[in-house]
């Protein structure tokens, strides 16, 4: 099993950035996809963007594509997603997922998200 922590939510205004961390514990993190999802208030969890751990191939949402970038450190650990140029609509709560295909919201391990608010 992995453990995963969100952190780097918080309140921006539109245009602004936010940079999410997830750390993770575990022996296998390298082994594990890793990716982003969030859920608005009333709407249904959405994929954001995930990573694949053997070529570091990236996959994102069309609502974010061009704007939020999707890394991982295995030395540390840790992925990100940095969110750049945020909308009101991109107010979430954001979950770091573990092993799991991009485009699908059937993954094996969730953090326990971070929140983000983009005020207008």
């Known amino acids: 099993q992995v453990q995963l922590v969100e952190s780097g939510g918080g309140l921006v205004q539109a245009g602004g950035s936010l940079r999410l961390s997830c750390a993770a514990s575990?022996?296998?993190?390298?082994?594990?996809?890793m990716g982003w999802f969030r859920q608005a208030p009333g709407k249904e969890r959405e994929f954001v963007a995930a990573?694949?751990?053997?070529?570091?191939?990236?996959s994102y949402a069309d609502s974010v594509k061009g704007r939020f970038t999707i890394s991982r450190d295995n030395a540390k650990n840790t992925v990100y997603l940095q969110m750049n140029s945020l909308k009101p609509e991109d107010t979430a709560v954001y979950y770091c997922?573990?092993?799991?295909?991009?485009?699908?919201?059937?993954?094996?391990?969730w953090g326990q998200g971070t929140q983000v608010t983009v005020s207008s």
């Open positions: 997922a573990a092993d799991g295909r991009p485009y699908s919201s059937d993954w094996n391990h």
């Open positions: 575990g022996r296998t993190f390298s082994n594990y996809a």
């Open positions: 990573i694949s751990w053997r070529f570091y191939t990236t």
